[in-house]
T-cell receptor
Framework: EAGVAQSPRYKIIEKRQSVAFWCNPISGHATLYWYQQILGQGPKLLIQFQNNGVVDDSQLPKDRFSAERLKGVDSTLKIQPAKLEDSAVYLC????????????FGPGTRLTVT | LAKTTQPISMDSYEGQEVNITCSHNNIATNDYITWYQQFPSQGPRFIIQGYKTKVTNEVASLFIPADRKSSTLSLPRVSLSDTAVYYCLAPLYNQGGKLIFGQGTELSVKP
């Protein structure tokens, strides 16, 4: 079974530039999550999708972050414009449905903002 | 969501049993206790979950006392490859599986 795919694996940008991350969840998983993990901390949930609808985006900085899952499968997370404090690993995870505690995480995208 | 508290770091040697205890004093009736493992440069990986008493799988055991205010993850005979960060979570049943990660316990296994 293929795992959660993410790209790119690494990205370096300057502040005020924009960046986009892509995630393809495990086939058949209805729920998709984006997390931000700052070095030395646990992952923080940014947004949760159920199919193509948003379930929870309470911790998403909506002035600069946006995410979509238009066809209920793959998803993109965008940051525009980036700030230095956005330097982190962005993790995508998926699960069968919103009731499952077993989430499958991708390898993440390491973003460095200079 | 129940706040969880666990040691920041632990050291062990190969072949030893490691027990990581997590406290979750305000855990709600429907909360499950869930543990994840994270290796460097990888996303977290689900290890085990339980509601009460004892749960065992091929990776670990989870002990939960009757009052459910704490839980202990037990890793039998650890190896160097068990060096990782271990997260204890208590997701609320009706919160759509929402996971709130704390800082976790950084386990270092030495030869």
């Amino acid at each position: 079974e293929a795992g959660v795919a993410q790209s790119p694996r690494y990205k370096i940008i300057e502040k005020r530039q924009s960046v986009a991350f892509w995630c393809n969840p495990i086939s058949g998983h209805a729920t998709l999550y984006w997390y931000q993990q700052i070095l030395g901390q646990g992952p923080k949930l940014l947004i949760q999708f159920q199919n193509n609808g948003v379930v929870d985006d309470s911790q998403l900085p909506k002035d600069r972050f946006s995410a979509e899952r238009l066809k209920g499968v793959d998803s993109t997370l965008k940051i525009q414009p980036a700030k230095l404090e956005d330097s982190a690993v962005y993790l995508c995870a998926s699960s069968l449905d919103t009731r499952s505690y077993e989430q499958y995480f991708g390898p993440g995208t390491r973003l460095t903002v200079t | 969501l129940a706040k969880t508290t666990q040691p920041i770091s632990m050291d062990s040697y190969e072949g030893q049993e490691v027990n990581i205890t997590c406290s979750h004093n305000n855990i709600a009736t429907n909360d499950y206790i869930t543990w994840y493992q994270q290796f460097p440069s990888q996303g977290p990986r689900f290890i085990i979950q339980g509601y009460k008493t004892k749960v065992t799988n091929e990776v670990a055991s989870l002990f939960i006392p009757a009052d459910r205010k704490s839980s202990t993850l037990s890793l039998p005979r650890v190896s160097l490859s068990d060096t990782a960060v271990y997260y204890c979570l208590a997701p609320l049943y009706n919160q759509g599986g929402k996971l709130i990660f704390g800082q976790g316990t950084e386990l270092s296994v030495k030869p």
